[in-house]
């Protein structure tokens, strides 16, 4: 439990929060209504007696549970990166056919999606703190910016859509070499649609890689600012760029230390993933988690994975090296000990998997292994 002073003197107890966004709404909204709802019945009991407004209390409890809640999505946002290439479609002042280009762009994965007025995309997100930049090593031009807007339409009359737009910023110009032209550029586009080829699964941002084989034709357009011009283009590469795994603390055989492993065993060896109130432990894809090269342990017909949130550790000053409950809920997952295969030397094992929001993750925690 945490103590928050209320108001008139009042002492709030308010419960520990769970890592899952969902679960801290659920709890601090449900509290409040709870609190509400026996203020409601002592000041009626004592109108007189100056107690406090409980609606003013319950204004400032979900307040507080907004707050929190916006601060959690803002903690699980992640960078996702992409890098593409390809080559100019047109001769010009500026360009010619087959001058090659190469970038990236930006973007942060919890940016909320507005519909769209074109009916060929259906959900569309923009970053104003996103990061771009496209270069033409040959000519020497390079622009950046700091505007990324993400265009999708998943099953629309042409099929799939995908639209990037980078959009340029004073000065405008390249901050390489200048366009003989001396146009500035307006955005840097690439378009691209599939006919049925199913190039994407939803309208979300997209941060899984894209298939650019499923795509027909292809395209984008380099837009000149202050000009009707606009050469195209065509990709021919779009990579996700994966990301260095994010390293969470772990613990093997939580209250034990040192952590000893039989490999004769028929038994299972709990892991249990460190909570600590940022990380969403709701946001770890199960089936990508790992233990060396072992998945979780299932049970029952239907392969129920064995894993529970519970406090197991975290405290490693109250019993030492053992573990001890901290106050944070940790996900704890159970591997099938014999499918462990270390290597010679190992004096560590490595647990590894996905957020379902995209990234990896990997944690490390020391072992004895019992031959």
Known sequence: ??????????????????????????????????????????????????????????????????????????????????????????????????????????FESTIPGGSQNDPTLNRGYADFDGTWEVVFPNKGYIYTGTFVQIAVGNNTSLGDRYI???????????????????????????????????????????????????????????????SSGQPRHTPTELTLESPPPDILAIDIKPGSF???????????????????????????NLDTLTFGSNGIKTVGRKDHQLCSFEDVSGDFVTMGLEGFPDGELDLVCHFVTFNIVPEAGDTQVKISGDFISGGSFEGFDSVYFVP
């Open 258 to 284: 040192p952590n000893s492993i039989n490999l004769g065993s028929g038994g299972a060896t709990p892991v249990a993933i460190l909570g600590d109130g940022i990380l969403d432990l709701m946001d770890i």
């Open 164 to 226: 990037v737009t980078m959009s340029a910023e004073e000065p405008f110009e390249s901050i390489g070499t200048p366009l003989p032209s001396n146009f500035g550029l307006s955005f840097f586009q690439i378009d691209l649609i599939d006919t049925g080829a199913d190039l994407l699964n939803d309208d979300s941002i997209q941060t899984t890689p894209l298939d650019l084989s499923l795509v027909q034709a292809p395209s984008g357009r380099f837009v000149y600012r202050h």
């Open 1 to 106: 439990m945490k103590i928050l002073g209320g108001l008139g003197g009042e002492i709030l107890k308010i419960p520990t929060l769970c890592p899952s966004l969902v679960e801290n709404m659920r709890l601090v909204l449900g509290y409040c209504a709870s609190r509400r709802d026996a203020l409601q019945k002592n000041d009626a009991l004592q109108k007189n007696k100056g107690k406090i407004n409980e609606n003013a209390l319950f204004t400032l409890l979900l307040t507080f549970g907004l707050a929190f809640f916006g601060w959690m999505a803002t903690a699980n946002a992640k960078q996702i990166t992409f890098r593409f290439a390809g080559t100019m479609d047109v001769s010009n002042i500026d360009f010619s056919v087959g001058d090659p280009y190469f970038g990236f762009y930006t």
